[in-house]
Nanobody, 122 residues
């Protein structure tokens, strides 16, 4: 069974840092592009891409809103992808999910985990 488990979320003050983990089971992470998405609870409830790491060359991609603050990385030995989040802002508050697709530009990300809540507040 293909499954992701996200962890590492929590409450942090503005300017603080968190590292999220995305652990995969049932498949090998480096066979896929892995993306981090976030969803803000409210009327929209749209999951928006935050960062992605490609399967072939490990190239990384970031949303403009997080460039220079967030870093995505993968540890193939642990079958885990990380999202290091620095200089956090209140607008980063959301539920963060990871998912897999064949490429970072794909439209069929799947195997969503349960998400991990990140709250940035003083």
């Amino acid at each position: 069974q293909v499954q992701f488990v996200e962890s590492g979320g929590g409450l942090v003050q503005p300017g603080g840092s968190l590292r999220l983990s995305c652990a995969a089971s049932g498949f090998t992470l480096d066979d896929y592009a892995i993306g981090w998405f976030r969803e803000v609870l409210g009327t929209e409830r749209e999951r928006k891409g935050v960062a992605c790491i490609s399967r072939s060359d490990g190239r990384t991609y970031y949303a403009d809103s997080v460039k220079g603050r967030f870093t995505i990385s993968r540890d193939n030995a642990k079958n885990t992808v990380y999202l290091q989040m620095n200089s956090l802002k209140p607008e980063d508050t959301a539920i963060y999910y990871c998912a897999a697709d064949s490429t970072c530009g794909g439209k069929e990300f799947s195997s969503w985990g349960q998400g991990t809540q990140v709250t940035v507040s003083s």
